[in-house]
């Protein structure tokens, strides 16, 4: 069983940069696909970004593409969100989550088996 623990964030202006790390425990971690979901208040939780166990395959939501980068450190157990160019519509609270298996409608929360308590992504205008 994975424990995932995010962390990595905070305040931070329009335009600004923050990167969210997910660390995670327990069962090997390069054995887990990996994701970001996010949920503004009042909003269903939203995909972001899905990378696969040895950080091959990378997918992101068009909203956040060529602004946010996923990767992983196996070695460390921990998976990154970098994300750039910040804008206040980005603010929500950021999950990491995993499952053991990559499913092609990877983008639904349903997928994923673990999940972390959550780092709170703040971007004032």
């Known amino acids: 069983q994975a424990q995932l623990v995010e962390s990595g964030g905070g305040l931070v202006q329009a335009g600004g940069s923050l990167r969210l790390s997910c660390v995670g425990s327990g069962r090997t971690f390069g054995s887990y696909v990996i994701a970001w979901f996010r949920q503004a208040p009042g909003k269903e939780r939203e995909f972001v970004s899905v990378i696969k166990w040895s950080g091959s395959s990378l997918y992101y939501t068009p909203s956040v593409k060529g602004r946010f980068t996923i990767s992983r450190d196996n070695a460390n157990n921990t998976a990154y969100l970098q994300m750039n160019n910040l804008k206040p519509e980005d603010t929500a609270v950021y999950y990491c989550?995993?499952?053991?298996?990559?499913?092609?409608?990877?983008?639904?929360?349903?997928?994923?088996?673990?999940w972390g308590q959550g780092t709170q992504v703040t971007v004032s205008s």
């Open positions: 989550a995993a499952s053991p298996t990559f499913y092609n409608d990877y983008g639904s929360p349903t997928r994923y088996q673990y």
